[in-house]
């Protein structure tokens, strides 16, 4: 079966920390561009961040750049966002998502990541930043 995985969720604090894993089963990951969207209650899914497929190249989106890191472990076959001096606005359940490379089009995580052709989503984690 072919399918994301996401775990590490969980209930933190303002200014806490957690890293969410995404890992892929009956499939791997190296020719796929991954990235991470988040939906809050009552918003529209958003793009949180994109790595590409050599894991050189990464993006963005404003609010949790500076605090937030994606990563890439292809001999683990698996994708992590590392999130610091996490807020309550991050609160939301986390997708990780996996787009074939095509190359010129979907591989380096260009401004137009958001809309790539993902083939593959996860099931979210919740991510819950709470006093």
């Known amino acids: 079966q072919l399918q994301l995985v996401e775990s590490g969720g969980g209930l933190v604090q303002p200014g806490g920390s957690l890293t969410l894993s995404c890992a892929a089963s009956g499939f791997t990951l190296d020719d796929y561009v991954i990235a991470w969207f988040r939906q809050a209650p009552g918003k529209e899914r958003e793009g949180v961040s994109c790595?590409?497929?050599?894991?050189?190249?990464?993006n963005y989106e404003d609010s949790v750049k500076g605090r937030f890191t994606i990563s890439r472990d292809n001999a683990k076959n698996t994708v992590y966002l590392q999130m610091n001096s996490l807020q309550p606005e991050d609160t939301a359940i986390y997708y990780c998502?996996?787009?074939?490379?095509?190359?010129?089009?979907?591989?380096?995580?260009?401004?137009?990541?958001?809309?790539?052709?993902?083939?593959?989503w996860g099931q979210g984690t919740q991510v819950t930043v709470s006093s």
């Open positions: 790595i590409g497929t050599s894991g050189g190249r990464t």
């Open positions: 998502a996996a787009g074939r490379r095509i190359p010129g089009v979907q591989s380096t995580c260009g401004v137009t990541w958001r809309s790539y052709k993902y083939d593959y």
